[in-house]
Nanobody, 124 residues
Framework: VQLQAYGGGLVQAGGSLRLTCAASVRTFSMYTMGWFRQAPGKEREFVAA????????YYSDSVKGRFTISRDNANNTVLLQMNSLKPEETAVYYC??????????????????WGQGTKVTVSS
């Protein structure tokens, strides 16, 4: 499984960005897909995830109501729409794929495959 994330960039506080993760795998629909982020000097943190069917979505409390994750199994892509961005959300954003029980969906160690990351900078 290869994952490529793109769509990051520089945005002002309050602005929006849409991240895309493209997966090269025939069995994409079998994987739970997640987005994580890592800010400079901080640990990686969970942002959002979507179940294999797209029927269930999960968010960290800090992004709930502002970010939306979705997937297109026909095109092997996962989107993260980010609205009302804050300067403290400046980070490298990573997409990840894995197969796990849903209680582990927020834990990065349960994702087997990771993309290279795309940098998001939110200016104040």
């Amino acid at each position: 499984v290869q994952l490529q994330a793109y769509g990051g960039g520089l945005v002002q506080a309050g602005g929006s960005l849409r991240l895309t993760c493209a997966a090269s795998v025939r069995t994409f629909s079998m994987y739970t897909m997640g987005w994580f982020r890592q800010a400079p000097g901080k640990e990686r943190e969970f942002v959002a995830a979507v179940s294999w069917s797209g029927g269930r979505t999960y968010y960290s409390d800090s992004v709930k109501g502002r970010f939306t994750i979705s997937r297109d199994n026909a095109n092997n892509t996962v989107l993260l729409q980010m609205n009302s961005l804050k300067p403290e959300e400046t980070a490298v954003y990573y997409c990840a794929a894995g197969r796990m029980i849903l209680t582990n969906i927020r834990r990065g160690e349960h994702y087997a495959y990771w993309g290279q990351g795309t940098k998001v900078t939110v200016s104040s």
